[in-house]
């Protein structure tokens, strides 16, 4: 009998009363004590009558009963879906319905708005608070903290993780237990995760960054996490001095060089800075070596491949690079156009394959065969190169994306709903500089033939269909969007015309 995720991440400390997570109240849950009560959370969700391989749509606050849920999942055999605390009913909706979802779990005070949902598409709803009050929470209180992990193979998927698409549409990628374990073996490995690492944890875990990179080496590892509920600077300076590593998006070092708080003595006993989800600006990597001697470890991922490369732990670290292809991931870079491998040192389409790459993406074997090829190869959509040295540059992207803070926002998804706005005849949504989200999305619109859009009632609608972090932090008119002569719009002239928006 094997449950890998359970085998190699929950029961080697099970029975250990060394320290898993390190809370902002002082109070420190064991491993043990983790191990417990992912044994009682998959009691309750067998309670509700779930079977394995039914899906579990997560949108719960960042708390350790969440992490226990999610992982109480695995050892279930139930396949989970974290999602993002910010989307809205509609988002969810989707979700629910496209993943066929039995069980959704979420904070009591969302409960109300999304019952209707999600009881619509036939989940049940159960709720999960981080001061321990919610339903699901009851339920597992009074069942035994063991649990008779449930057999699965190593390609059985343990998790879907929602991506959007050119099309607007989310797809939900298919990650085996085998995948997320093997990028876990390679990152510990990689990066030299012990027992001893305190790992300051201020990321989200409803992404593969704060969910797969950071919580599963760590367990894998062995050691602890200072488990913040989100990234709050005060709170960051306060704790760094207990960490011996931090794993962080690009804006989390940008906002700890904005304050002069953040010094060569508070980082200067880290053992590890790690960045990704997003490019690091060459000349950030620069300013936090001159801060703190340290050189920041710059790696590349995607959900749908978890880590692809890293900049060496050992050697150097090459700022604007996202350094090799890690052990056993395959990198090729590609003419977009033919798939044809290119020679060293051209820009091309980068493709991957290894144990990390996903199995597909849930019923949609159409898109699956879009992007994933069948000797193996990921597209990853991201174009770049490979130097004479090996080192990876991601130089742009072939996909119409925004990364902001860390956050992917597909501009089709925002121009779909735009376009329907009364007197709108088109929209086109870009990313453009953003000094504290390194991209800030910038909605253009074309208003219909003498109509004034009325660009109030519009955020409003944006706010009721999408969640904070997607909607445009600016509104722009413009008589006509550039288009070439193939009639397809011109994104970087309008990127170009709107660069300034953020940073003057
Ligand atoms: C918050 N807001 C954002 C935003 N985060 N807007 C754009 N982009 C973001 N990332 C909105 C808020 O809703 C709010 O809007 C306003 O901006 C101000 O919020 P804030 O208080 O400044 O934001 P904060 O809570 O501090 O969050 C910023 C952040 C957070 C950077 C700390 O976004 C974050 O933790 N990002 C990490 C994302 C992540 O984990 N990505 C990994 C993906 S995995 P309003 O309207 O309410 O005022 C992946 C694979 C890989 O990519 O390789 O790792
Ligand atoms: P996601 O689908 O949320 O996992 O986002 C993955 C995308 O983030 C990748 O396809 C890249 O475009 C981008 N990304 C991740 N890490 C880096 C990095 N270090 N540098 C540049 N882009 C990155």
Known sequence: MANPLYDRLIAPHAGTETPFLHLPDSRTISYAAFAGRTAQFAHALAA???????????????????????????????????????????EIGYFVENSGAAAFVCDATRADQMRPVVEGFGAQLATLDPDGSGSLQAAADGHGTDFPPVDRNPDDVAAFLYTSGTTGRSKGAMLTHENLLSNAETLVDHWGFTADDVLLHALPIFHTHGLFVATNVMLLAGGSMIFLPKFDLDTVLRDLPKATSMMGVPTFYTRLLDTPAFT?????????????????????????????????????????????????????????????????????????????????GEIGMIEVRGPNVFKGYWQMPEKTAAELRADGFFITGDL?????????????????????????????????????????????????????????????????????????????????????????????????????????????????????????
């Open 264 to 344: 060569k003595d508070l980082a200067g006993h880290m053992r590890l800075f790690i960045s990704g989800s997003a490019p690091l600006l060459a000349d950030t990597h620069r300013q936090f070596e001159a801060r703190t001697g340290h050189r920041i470890l710059e790696r590349y991922g995607m959900t749908e491949t978890n880590m692809n490369t890293s900049n060496p732990y050992d050697g150097d670290r090459r700022p604007g690079t996202v350094g090799f292809p890690l052990p056993g991931v395959d990198l090729k870079v590609c003419d977009p156009e033919t798939g044809e491998t290119l020679p060293r």
């Open 384 to 504: 770049g190169l490979q130097d004479a040295d090996g080192y990876v540059h991601i130089v742009g992207r072939g996909k119409d994306l925004i990364i902001s803070g860390g956050y992917n926002i597909y501009p089709k998804e925002l121009e779909l709903l735009l376009d329907d706005q009364p007197g709108v005849a088109e929209s086109a949504v870009i990313g453009v500089p953003h000094p504290d989200f390194g991209e800030g999305v910038v909605a253009v619109l074309v208003p219909e033939a003498g109509a004034s859009p009325d660009l109030d009632a519009i955020r409003a609608h944006l706010a009721e269909s999408l969640a904070a972090f997607k909607r445009p932090k600016r509104i722009e008119l413009i008589d006509a969007l550039p288009r070439n002569t193939m009639g397809k719009v011109q994104k970087n002239i309008l990127r170009d015309a709107y660069a300034d928006s953020f940073t003057k």
């Open 48 to 90: 509700m009558g779930l079977n394995a391989g039914d899906r579990v749509a997560i949108q719960a606050e960042k708390s350790p009963d969440t992490l226990a849920l999610i992982f109480a999942c695995a050892r279930a055999g139930l396949i989970f879906l974290p999602l993002n605390t910010g989307y809205t009913p509609a």
